[in-house]
């Protein structure tokens, strides 16, 4: 008797069930907490770069080389033999050579950048300077280059090592520390 009840309870909750009008849970607007959203970004928005490069390289290069050569003459050698009775002579040549070159090189900003196209892919495609000026010395830092859509953080923040093609300029013409006029004359006359 219990199993028979215990059917017939399974059973209309079954058919209650099968007949209700359901809703999905997952809906385009309530999104998902394991799939992050296709962010939509348009040409002309902006987007903060964060730069962080370092970069080093070196070279060596080392080369052996050694000759060596000789002859003797002695007597009963020919007609030499009166006027040089005993000619010897050798020759010796070492050479050994090293060369090595070392260079690094870091860059450390923030450059907020302008997207100027997206490719067929969706990959956003983006350049952007920023030109700095204090006592007449001029800093110019030009970055341009294309990242995902999905590398994008929400505060639209980039860190550069996502960029793809990343194309970094940084310019300054120094002018702090470059001679006065005095400077120079003393120089040329002294």
């Known amino acids: 008797m219990k199993k028979i009840i215990l059917?017939?309870?399974?059973?209309?909750?079954?058919?209650?069930?099968a007949g209700a009008d359901a809703n999905s849970l997952w809906t385009e607007q309530s999104g998902s907490y394991f799939i992050k959203p296709?962010?939509?970004?348009?040409?002309?928005?902006?987007?903060?770069?964060?730069?962080?490069e370092k970069s080093s390289a070196t070279s060596k290069t080392g080369a052996n080389s050694g000759e060596n050569s000789g002859f003797v003459m002695g007597p009963g050698a020919g007609v030499l033999t009166d006027i040089l009775p005993y000619l010897q002579g050798s020759f010796d040549t070492n050479y050994d050579g090293a060369s090595s070159t070392n260079?690094?090189?870091?860059?450390?900003?923030?450059?907020t950048v302008t997207v100027i196209a997206i490719d067929e892919n969706g990959n956003l495609c983006f350049e952007g300077t920023k030109e700095i000026t204090v006592?007449?010395?001029?800093?110019r830092l030009t970055f341009s280059g294309m990242v995902r859509p999905e590398d994008v953080q929400l505060n639209n923040m980039v860190y550069s090592t996502y960029v793809a093609e990343a194309k970094i300029d940084y310019l300054g013409n120094d002018d702090a520390t470059k001679k006065g006029i005095l400077t120079k004359a003393f120089e040329w006359l002294f």
């Open 7 to 17: 059917f017939v309870l399974v059973a209309s909750c079954l058919l209650t069930a």
């Open 38 to 52: 296709q962010r939509q970004i348009a040409v002309g928005d902006l987007l903060t770069i964060i730069i962080a």
């Open 103 to 111: 260079k690094t090189g870091s860059i450390n900003a923030q450059l």
């Open 135 to 139: 006592n007449h010395d001029l800093q």
